[in-house]
């Protein structure tokens, strides 16, 4: 969460006057339940008039620099090894017979591997927020919230899983001009198995996550989408390779089972569905939160589109394309929970925070922390970026990995990509999350997957460039560890 203080001006005087004699009321033991006042990093609520006309306010202790930093590494350290770990994965199975065949179930992979944007860390970032507005205090509001969300993201993929394997078949039948229905059937049976299986799985690590940093007193926001980064691709990874392997074995012998798998899971859809409306958050973003993960899976697609042409030219893309789309993703996710968290403490929807603009300049983004708060906090982000990447990479270069050598024009070039994908993704987070407040949207349930889905892009994108320079420089593709 974002910590903040009141402003100067007449209008914060009169609220922190407001709460001061609140608190006297809610000490001495106020007859009017309406007025509460909540402090431990929760946020002040407002009798029922004054709620309507003036944003709420947060009284929240300040985090240093120092304390966010270290909150934020480890889990980023640990996201940054699942995703080495995935992308080692990645360099095995593309040798697989379902990968050399079935080509299309890359155009999957980040479409699939974007899951954990769109719905494990848009999970986090929104249980992150109701955490430190005091919404998981009690076990009937933990119950309620959790079944709610788990149960929408259930919902949502299986849905957004179908479209991803729709997708996939249409971005590989158009170059080609050939489509079989056996590989259709397998793309769709695997991808909706995939999308159920994984987002079950991390939806109980993040509920699990968001409880024990809300009972240790660590801000969730610094913690949970890493760690959801840390599992989601590795997960989502092993289990995609697993059902489309199986599949692929048993197209000749069991051919009703795809089938089979697509009817369940389509079936469930309704009572997973009926599942979320019980709840009323949960029940808001089921109303209105298809419209970011459809169009982020799309976006991620072309991504996939991208990464089935590079792997094709370059085979060392593959062990990297991960690690590169992950931090990028990553920083950008807890960057985005941080501003959406003070958003929801400092103002109500629609409405922006007293200074706070939409369109800012790169340079005021980054280094003027008078306009935005999130200056430091992006700038610590961007020194994660080099010394991260080197772990990284020689992590993989220890293990002998992939297919690319790691020399000193690699390395710049590998890094200078990576440098310029994390600075647009902040960018882009600022801009559009503020944007998206004052136009009534509630980022929590909007913002990541676009950051994520423009993670993918991006950063594929970028890397097939990169290889693209140490190609016509003559720094190429070895066989190390083929």
């Known amino acids: 969460m974002s910590m903040l ?49 003036q944003p709420r306010v947060a009284f929240i202790n300040k985090e240093s620099i120092w304390a966010t930093s270290v909150q934020m590494f480890i889990p980023f350290l640990l996201a940054g090894f699942g995703m080495v770990a995935a992308s080692l994965l990645l360099d095995i199975v593309q040798h697989w017979p379902v990968y050399k065949n ?25 249980l992150s927020t109701h955490a430190n507005l005091g919404h998981l205090d009690t076990r009937s509001q933990q119950w309620s919230l959790i079944l709610g969300n788990l149960s929408l993201i259930q919902c949502q993929a ?42 079950f799985i991390l939806g109980l690590v993040m509920v699990g996550v968001i409880l024990l940093s809300r009972h240790f007193n660590i801000n969730p926001d610094n913690v949970a989408t890493p760690i959801a980064a840390s599992l989601g691709d590795l997960t989502t990874l092993a289990l995609l390779s697993y059902f489309a392997s199986l599949m692929y074995k ?38 209105s939160g298809w419209s970011p993960v459809i169009i982020a899976m799309l976006i991620s697609s072309i991504g ?10 370059y085979k060392g893309v593959a062990v990297f394309q991960l690690v590169i789309n992950g931090i990028g993703g990553n920083l950008a996710a807890v960057q985005a929970s941080r501003i959406s968290t003070e958003l929801h403490s400092k103002s109500t929807l629609g409405r922006l925070p007293h200074g706070m603009r939409v369109c800012l300049t790169p340079c005021t983004a980054f280094c003027d922390t008078s306009v935005t708060p999130h200056a430091d906090t992006a700038r610590m982000l961007m020194l994660m970026v080099v010394p991260g990447h080197l772990i990284f ?56 997957p676009y950051l994520t889905a423009f993670g993918d892009l991006l950063g594929t994108l970028l ?20």
Not at 102 to 126: C, D, F, H, Q
Not at 164 to 173: D, H, K, L, R, Y
Not at 257 to 286: C, D, H, T
Request: with cysteine; net charge negative; glycine share 6%.
């Open 5 to 53: 203080s009141l402003d100067n001006s007449t209008e914060g005087k009169t609220r922190k006057r407001n709460f001061d004699q609140l608190k006297s009321k809610n000490m001495t033991g106020s007859e009017n339940s309406d007025e509460i006042v909540e402090d431990n990093d929760r946020s002040l609520l407002l009798s029922t008039e004054e709620a309507e006309e």
């Open 102 to 126: 079935v080509s299309e179930v890359y155009i999957l992979v980040p479409a699939l591997l974007g899951l954990k944007g769109n719905l494990e860390m848009t999970l986090a970032s929104r």
């Open 393 to 448: 990479s020689y992590t993989i270069s220890y293990l002998q990995a992939g297919h690319t050598s790691f020399t000193p024009i690699f390395m710049l070039v590998y890094l200078a990509a990576a440098l310029v994908q994390v600075f647009l993704l902040l960018y882009i987070a600022q801009v559009i999350i503020v944007w998206m407040w004052e136009m009534g949207t509630d980022p929590d349930n909007s913002a990541i």
């Open 463 to 482: 890397l097939g460039i990169a290889f693209q320079i140490l190609f016509l420089i003559g720094d190429r593709d070895s066989d190390v560890g083929d």
């Open 158 to 199: 299986i849905v957004v899983g179908f479209l991803a394997s729709i997708a996939a078949m249409v971005f590989g039948w158009v170059p080609s001009g050939k489509f079989n229905i056996q590989h259709a059937m397998l793309l769709c049976a695997s991808s909706v198995a995939t999308a159920f299986m994984a987002s």
């Open 304 to 313: 996939g589109l991208i990464l089935d042409f590079t792997v094709s030219q």
């Open 250 to 287: 048993g197209m000749d012998t069991m051919p009703w089972l795809s089938i089979v798998i697509i009817v369940v899971a389509i079936l469930f859809v309704p009572l997973w569905g009926w599942m979320a409306s019980k709840n009323e958050y949960s029940r808001e973003v089921l109303d």
